[in-house]
T-cell receptor
Framework: KAGVTQTPRYLIKTRGQQVTLSCSPI?????VSWYQQTPGQGLQFLFE???????NKGNFPGRFSGRQFSNSRSEMNVSTLELGDSALYLC????????????FGSGTRLTVV | AQKITQTQPGMFVQEKEAVTLDCTYD???????LFWYKQPSSGEMIFLIY??????QNATEGRYSLNFQKARKSANLVISASQLGDSAMYFC?????????????FGKGITLSVRP
């Protein structure tokens, strides 16, 4: 059974550019969540998508957006990159119910220079 | 106020010994779930164990067990017979209220180093 796949694994972008990260959840999982991990702030929730609808959103500026496709694959986009956006971005998939756990991918490490 | 508190800065344990990683939480929601994840240097978050707030017994998964003390709002992870591969960051996380608020709130994490 394939796990959660995140692409790319590493990314270097210039300040002001935009970036799109991709997450393919476990087959059958309808919920995809995104988290940002930095040394200073730790792990912070970005947003969650369930059946193509954003179900929950964290406290991040509008430069951070996401979407989910009909096959449950999700993308997150960060526009006008800032140096502080450098982080490990983790995607987690779940069946979506409260009793179910989350399976995380290996993350995309974004460096903004 | 922090919802998940992990105050141990770094832990060291001898191989084959047991170790306890502390986690306290804060919630007024009667229905919640507690998770422990392991994050090796590769970055992937690996699920270890889950405890629901209404579960009567402490959760166990192989060498991992959770010492759940609801009244004290603590959910400590116990790793028995430590192995060198257990060296990693360990995160405690909580999920409150089913439905719309389905996100995990993480603690700052604890670094565990297993000595041979």
């Amino acid at each position: 059974k394939a796990g959660v796949t995140q692409t790319p694994r590493y990314l270097i972008k210039t300040r002001g550019q935009q970036v799109t990260l991709s997450c393919s959840p476990i087959s059958g999982h309808r919920s995809v969540s995104w988290y940002q991990q930095t040394p200073g702030q730790g792990l912070q929730f970005l947003f969650e998508y369930f059946s193509e609808t954003q179900r929950n959103k964290g406290n991040f500026p509008g430069r951070f957006s996401g979407r989910q496709f009909s096959n449950s694959r999700s993308e997150m986009n960060v526009s006008t990159l800032e140096l502080g956006d450098s982080a490990l971005y983790l995607c987690a998939s779940s069946l979506g119910g409260f009793s179910y756990g989350y399976t995380f991918g290996s993350g995309t490490r974004l460096t903004v220079v | 106020a922090q919802k998940i508190t992990q105050t141990q800065p770094g832990m060291f344990v001898q191989e084959k010994e047991a170790v306890t990683l502390d986690c306290t939480y804060d919630t007024s929601d009667p229905s919640y779930g507690l998770f422990w994840y392991k994050q090796p240097s590769s970055g992937e978050m690996i699920f270890l164990i889950y405890q629901g707030s209404y579960d009567q017994q402490n959760a166990t998964e192989g060498r991992y067990s959770l010492n759940f003390q609801k009244a004290r709002k603590s959910a400590n992870l116990v790793i028995s017979a430590s192995q060198l591969g257990d060296s990693a960051m360990y995160f405690c996380a909580m999920r409150e209220t089913p439905g719309a608020n389905s996100k995990l709130t993480f603690g700052k994490g604890i670094t565990l180093s297993v000595r041979p």
